[in-house]
């Protein structure tokens, strides 16, 4: 069956439903760029190591933490190696943010508290190696190290988990049974390819899956746009026929 839903009206939602959802271990700094590594399978459970407690930053509202310290701290509470190239390193010792307040960040808001704050300063987050022992590279836009960064595929059932990490870079195939991906594909690439942050829509053959890849957050909010969107055409299509039925005597 195939789709019948209006390319400028699934390019308009598209576009006012992105813009709806945009709005080192004692940080091991590697001397030599992170390795590359190929997409690696997130294991069924957490994405990353969880928190053995909260960020305590009590005591530092009116200064300034420096992103290598901040890594830092993330590292010493879930066992996570952060490494860097020199270049990243020295950006992130450089970056500093003040806080307006005293605040102690509950275990299970560690990640999206640290990695917002990361976002927000233009670095992503990709993993390296998975597990209790967890390798995490630090990468940047504006670096030569981008090119580099990977990124974690998860399953749909992980997408709720991909919320709580707005830096870190993951990848995901989607079905959209009732939409022409190639045609979603082109209209999403204006809108979200970025290579230099990593993300990008690549269309499944002469399939109806789509492969998403960005940060955490960005591509569950963006899956469930979709896939909100693909519920809608299924209903568009059935319209027609629902109303050409013969009523039932």
């Known amino acids: 069956m ?23 271990s004692q ?20 994405l990353l190591p969880a928190p053995s407690g909260p ?17 830092a701290r993330l590292s010493k509470l879930t066992g996570v190696t952060f490494s860097t190239n020199e270049e990243v390193d020295a950006r992130l ?4 943010f003040a806080l307006s307040q005293d605040t102690r960040v509950p275990a299970a808001d560690v990640y999206p508290w640290v990695e917002s704050i990361l976002h927000q300063n233009g670095y992503s987050l990709g993993v390296l190696k998975s597990g209790e022992s967890a390798l995490v590279g630090v990468y ?19 997408l ?21 991906v190639r045609t979603l594909g082109n209209s999403l690439r204006g809108i979200t390819s970025d290579p230099s942050a990593g993300s990008g829509v690549i269309p499944v053959g002469n399939t109806n899956s789509v492969i998403l890849t960005g940060t955490g957050r960005n591509v569950a909010d963006l899956v469930a746009l979709l896939r ?4 809608k055409a ?16």
């Open 140 to 158: 940047t836009p504006i670096g030569a190290n981008m090119s580099t960064a990977p990124s974690l595929a998860v399953d749909a059932d992980q």
């Open 27 to 46: 940080s091991t700094h590697e001397s030599s760029p992170a390795p590359a590594v190929a997409t690696g399978s997130a294991k069924k459970g957490a």
């Open 93 to 96: 010792k450089q970056t500093k």
């Open 55 to 71: 960020l305590d930053l009590t005591g530092a509202a009116g200064s300034k933490l420096s992103l290598d310290e901040l890594l």
């Open 228 to 231: 909100t969107i693909d519920e």
């Open 234 to 249: 299924q209903h568009d299509m059935e319209m027609p026929a629902q109303a050409s039925a013969p009523a039932k005597q």
């Open 2 to 24: 195939k789709p019948c839903r209006p390319a400028a009206i699934l390019i308009s939602s598209l576009a006012l439903g992105l813009a709806a959802c945009e709005a080192t």
């Open 160 to 180: 709720d988990e991909c919320r709580t990490h707005p830096a870190l870079l993951v990848t995901t195939t989607v079905n959209l049974p009732h939409t022409d």
